[in-house]
């Protein structure tokens, strides 16, 4: 059920529960509600809760280092109330009222003329870029509130108006020129989901913003389709055909983030289910309820709620910056050795920055024409002993005869000329009667010997061959980051990689 369909006085008499919830589709208001004590005034004798000054509304605060629009806490009309110091309410000092006269301030407020008009503070400050409480995007230069600092009454996100107020009050790292996000910007910071990134098959965006004709196409009429519903355009209530995604969507690698299930940029962390936009929702009926975009990172939905109602979205504020403002030393992206890339826009067509190397994200299983073996792309870690059981009880790709690889079959692999012709082989495994000390066996240097196509395992890799000097203690290694072959002891974890 939308909201959009309520009547006004339910809408009244819903403001008397807390978080009543549906499902989200794109365009629809969820039912997300929050309740604020508005305790006003500053002098309380209160004493502070054990949480108060963390500056997360937690425990018995109220509210924790906030502030919000007055004309949320009662009959206001105008003004900032910030929060008490000891979390108990909001000091409505600085409110202004209507009278007959005019507004005027709720008392003597700083900034305000004699007729009680208050003078906006429009001086954006000196930003110090290595003050540190935001991050800046290499890629777009906006700079992102990091963490974030307004959690809500009860850790549950603020209300619209009071994410709007948060960042219009904030002075970071010496600016206060901070702002809600528009829904453009947000989508900046999406990662691997391709219809609700920047130039993705979804339409919404601060230039179309009407969720009739930019958000919600569930039949497909309009040739958008669910797309705006990101990874849950792959519920079954939805049609797939309709989702737009790519193969390579969704699938939560390790490439595309290292925040579990949270489809966003990974140096950004804190909630993932929803950040507010300063973009309305300019339909009829966005705009009767003062509907405002936002973008759930957990499915990388685009979506939008009453300001109203909702007090479930979170607030990240944002402003504009330049190359100049990146600060000093920030390791979002690492120096790149190789000169290769530093992020998947780098790279060709199908091949993503791994590890500052362009290479494919292969299928499971790889033939190598040369040697007519199989391999496994995808490997693990394992003593040898298990290695060996493990690829015995494999079954991948349609075939069950998997084993762990003969020395002679992990060199056929090697890139590196001298390899072959190391003494060591499945014939001649000891190490002093097979001349493993050789410089053929100690491989080449520092770099990458292993095929493109299976990946950045380079480290050692367990060979079913044992050396058979050592009373079978030990097996062959090789390791392609030099590819150099020895032997180790079994009872130690290395790569398994199975062959057939």
């Known amino acids: 059920m939308s909201k959009f369909s309520w009547a006004l006085p339910a809408m009244i008499l819903s403001l008397l529960f807390i978080s009543c919830t549906v499902a989200e589709e794109p365009g629809e208001v969820t039912d997300d509600l929050t309740v604020t004590d508005t305790t006003g005034g500053s002098d309380d004798d209160t004493t502070a809760s054990a949480t108060c000054g963390d500056s997360i509304t937690n425990g018995a605060d109220v509210c924790d280092g906030d502030a919000v629009d ?3 806490l009662g009959d206001f009309t105008g003004g900032l109330a910030v929060c008490k110091s000891n979390c108990t309410g909001y000091d409505t000092t600085n409110c202004v009222k209507e009278t007959s006269e005019g507004t005027t301030p709720d008392s003597d407020t700083p900034g ?7 003078i906006s503070d429009e001086d954006p400050g000196v930003f110090d870029k290595n003050a540190g409480g935001f991050w800046t995007d290499p890629d777009t230069y906006l700079i992102w509130e990091e ?3 307004n959690q809500g009454t009860g850790g549950m996100g603020p209300t619209h108006a009071a994410a709007e107020t948060y960042c219009a009050n904030l002075v970071l790292a010496g600016a206060k020129d901070w702002r809600l996000p528009t829904i453009d910007e947000l989508r900046t910071l999406v990662r691997g989901v391709s219809t609700t990134m920047t130039g993705g098959k979804c339409p919404t965006t601060e230039a179309c913003s009407n969720q009739d004709t930019c958000n919600k196409d569930k039949d497909n009429a309009q040739g958008f389709g669910n797309s705006c519903l990101g990874c849950q355009a792959l519920a079954d209530t939805y049609d797939p055909a309709f989702s737009y995604l790519e193969s390579s969507d969704c699938q939560l690698s390790d490439r595309q983030l ?3 299930e949270c489809y966003r940029v990974s140096r950004l962390t804190g909630p993932c289910d929803g ?7 300019t339909s009829a009926t966005g705009t009767s309820t003062k509907a405002f975009w936002y973008l759930n990172f957990k499915r990388a939905l685009i979506n939008s709620d009453a300001d109203l109602l909702s007090g479930a979205n979170w607030v990240r504020c944002i402003r504009a910056g330049t190359a100049d403002d990146i600060p000093e030393g920030q390791t979002d992206y690492p120096p790149v050795a190789s000169g290769e890339c530093i992020r998947d826009l780098d790279c060709p067509v199908e091949k993503y920055c791994v590890e500052n190397q362009c290479i494919l994200i292969p299928e499971e299983t790889w033939l190598d024409s040369a040697s007519g073996l199989t391999w496994q792309t995808f490997p693990t870690k394992k ?3 298990d290695g060996i059981a493990y690829c015995d009880a494999l079954d991948l790709g349609g075939s069950a005869d998997w084993r762990l690889p003969t020395i002679d079959e992990l060199k056929t692999l090697s890139t590196c000329a001298g390899t072959a012709t190391c003494g060591i082989t499945d014939a001649c495994a000891g190490y002093t009667s097979c001349n493993g000390g050789s410089a053929d066996c100690k491989g080449c240097a520092s770099g ?14 367990w060979s079913a061959t044992e050396e058979t000097q050592t009373a079978t ?3 062959w290694t090789l390791n392609f980051s030099t590819s150099k072959i020895g032997y180790l002891d079994k009872g130690w974890e290395f790569t398994v990689r199975c062959v057939r």
């Open 70 to 72: 007055c004309a949320t």
């Open 112 to 118: 305000a003329t004699d007729d009680g008009t208050v």
């Open 147 to 149: 963490p974030m600092g």
């Open 258 to 260: 290292t925040n579990t």
């Open 275 to 281: 950040d507010w936009s300063s973009t309305p929702n």
């Open 383 to 385: 003593t040898w002993a």
């Open 448 to 461: 990458n010997y292993l095929p493109e196509i299976l990946g950045l395992d380079i480290q050692n890799h």
């Open 473 to 475: 203690e030990n097996a």
